[in-house]
């Protein structure tokens, strides 16, 4: 174990570094107007998980960026998270990943080098599992630690899954546990309890969504996106504000890690959690604080939020036992016509 704590030199971690909703949505104001281009299959309009660029009429490219701080101590791990954050975007598009560029800031005075190529070994570990190469990047010298990628991929049109795409009645499912970002803070604060609650946490963040380039094959799959800093509640507003829907969600349906309570029971959480609220909490019915903090925790490498139509249920819980996802195969809740809230909590 390095005597180098990664998470000590940073102010965020993980997705929990991400610049708050409300503070976003005042930067990306403009009054430019730019022109159309009907190559652009998907661009910001929507807050969807990556670019798409259609080189022809039936296939495109899949572009998006994604880079934090720490949210480990461990560099391999964090390498290895990093890169599947990234390419998750890809995946939740339905789309397959071709290549990856890294992005690296490093304090050289502070940090040994060392540690950053472990950093970048974790990462072509993880791009190796996704059967690509991390062809070239770029690094700048930094006061606070930061990777990760800048990746590409391709889709098929007709199996492209955007945030916006939902459709009445559909069934919602998750494909990883949320509370990631509570552990985190956990581990931040030196409040972790058990070695073992990271190890699952590690575990999961380092899994790749590739899932979702299978679930973009089935015509009942309406719409994917990933769970990162926004936190469940962030995204799946997104998405049904994106798709003018609402959603009904069974609070004691959504997967969390087993050991997360007693992290709640204590207040343990971090600060993007009440940022995200802050920005939500009049879309959402009344909340109590472990609610808040389960619905709000900004995952890193989170699982992906899908919406299934009913009759494509079993195909799709199928798929999730093909993939070792037999936890969550089942619904978490259902997207409606738009109502106010636009999230209820049964």
């Known amino acids: 174990m390095s005597e180098f704590r990664l998470t000590q030199y940073s102010k965020g971690s993980g997705c929990g570094c991400k610049i708050s909703p409300a503070a976003l949505k005042e930067i990306l104001q403009t009054h430019e107007e730019l022109p159309d281009d009907n190559r652009i299959w998907v661009g910001n ?39 599947a954050n990234a390419l998750s975007d890809v995946y939740a598009m339905g789309g397959t990943p071709l290549m990856a560029l890294a992005i690296l800031g490093w304090p050289v005075d502070k940090l040994p080098l060392s540690l950053a190529r472990d950093v970048m070994e974790g990462a072509r570990y993880t791009c190796r599992m996704a059967g690509i190469t991390i062809a070239g990047g770029h690094s700048i010298e930094s006061p606070e630690p930061f990777f990760g990628l800048s990746v590409n991929g391709r889709i098929q049109k007709k199996n492209l899954k955007q945030n ?19 552990i985190s803070a956990a581990v931040k604060r030196g409040q972790l309890e058990d070695d073992t609650h990271l190890d699952s946490v590690i575990s999961y963040m380092s899994t790749l969504n590739k899932l979702g380039a299978t679930l973009a094959l089935i015509d009942g799959v309406h719409a994917m996106t990933d769970i990162t800093g926004f936190g469940l ?21 959504i997967p969390v890690y087993p050991f997360l309570d007693a992290y709640i029971s204590k207040h343990i959480y971090p600060d993007m959690t009440m940022k995200n609220y802050s920005h939500y909490s009049s879309k959402i019915s009344t909340l109590d604080l472990p609610k808040l903090l389960v619905m709000c925790d900004p995952q890193t490498s ?5 919406t299934v139509a009913p009759s494509a249920s079993q195909e799709v819980e199928a798929c999730f036992h093909d993939f070792g996802i037999t936890g969550y195969a089942q619904p978490i809740g259902k997207l409606i016509e738009s109502t106010t809230p636009v999230i209820a909590l049964r």
């Open 164 to 182: 916006n795409t939902a459709q009445p009645g559909d069934l919602l499912y998750l494909t990883k546990p949320i509370g990631n970002g509570i």
């Open 302 to 306: 989170g699982g992906l939020l899908v």
């Open 233 to 253: 509640a962030g995204h799946l507003l997104e998405v049904c504000e994106a798709s003018n829907l609402s959603a009904e969600i069974e609070f004691g349906k």
């Open 45 to 83: 309009a929507t807050h969807d998980d990556a670019a798409v660029f259609g080189w022809n009429d039936q296939e495109g490219l899949v572009s998006t960026t994604d880079f934090f701080m720490p949210m480990v101590d461990d560099a391999y791990a964090f390498g290895k998270i990093a890169a």
